[in-house]
């Protein structure tokens, strides 16, 4: 069997292997951060191991959730953040909440830091522990990506770019009097905002 790497979130150096009835994952056992669903208990390893293939998500895990064995992990995982500057709106508590305006400014397989310095600042809370007791919804529109056609000319793409959604959890908060920096990871991502996210870096990868 594999031996795990250290946890990229906060270099934890032990992770427990999850069944939840269907599907293996690992789980950091410090912070709670969490690998991609797998089928066994083997390729949910693999999928920890390789960083640059998953797109990592970070919540609690459930109590109902059978413990298989807990890991001691081996080597540091690299953790690439890469740099974008993406437009975003974020909402509190509720999808139709208060609308704070930003940019995304760099994002990785399990989380991103966003500028925030528009909108409805005031409902952002003074610090990260009550900015963790709501829900962050945070909305973007996926960036363009240029294509070439076989005259090497650049071309708009096929299909429309449509705003996506996803949630974070905040882990830090910096804030000045114009500007509110929060860093988070993304949490339980559906299938189609999982190709999303993985789509964002791939972007970002390419400027």
Not at 30 to 40: D, E, F, K, N, V
Not at 54 to 74: M, P
Not at 137 to 147: A, G, S
């Amino acid at each position: 069997m594999q031996i795990p790497k250290i946890c990229p979130n906060c270099n934890g150096s032990r992770t427990l292997l999850y069944f939840d009835a269907i599907y293996y994952y690992v789980a950091c056992e410090q912070c709670g951060m969490t690998g991609a669903r797998a089928l066994s208990e083997e390729e949910a390893l693999s999928l920890w191991n390789e960083r640059g293939d998953t797109a990592f998500t970070y919540e609690v895990v459930q109590d109902s959730d059978k413990l298989v064995r807990i890991l001691q992990c081996d080597t540091q995982r690299v953790s690439k953040r890469y740099p974008i500057n993406l437009p975003i709106v974020l909402t509190l508590s509720r999808p139709n909440g208060k609308k704070i305006t930003g940019v995304m400014r760099n994002v990785s397989f399990y989380g991103a830091f966003l500028q925030l310095k528009g909108g409805n600042m005031s409902a952002i809370p003074a610090s990260t522990e009550e900015l963790a007791e709501q829900r962050m919804f945070v909305y973007y529109k996926n960036p363009v990506v240029k294509q070439l056609n076989e005259k090497g000319e650049f071309v708009a793409p096929v299909e429309s770019n449509p705003i996506q959604q996803i949630e974070l959890i905040p882990k830090h908060m910096l804030q000045t009097s114009q500007v509110v920096g929060v860093g988070g990871c993304f949490k339980s991502p559906n299938a189609e905002q999982l190709k999303s996210v993985q789509g964002l870096v791939e972007f970002a990868r390419g400027q």
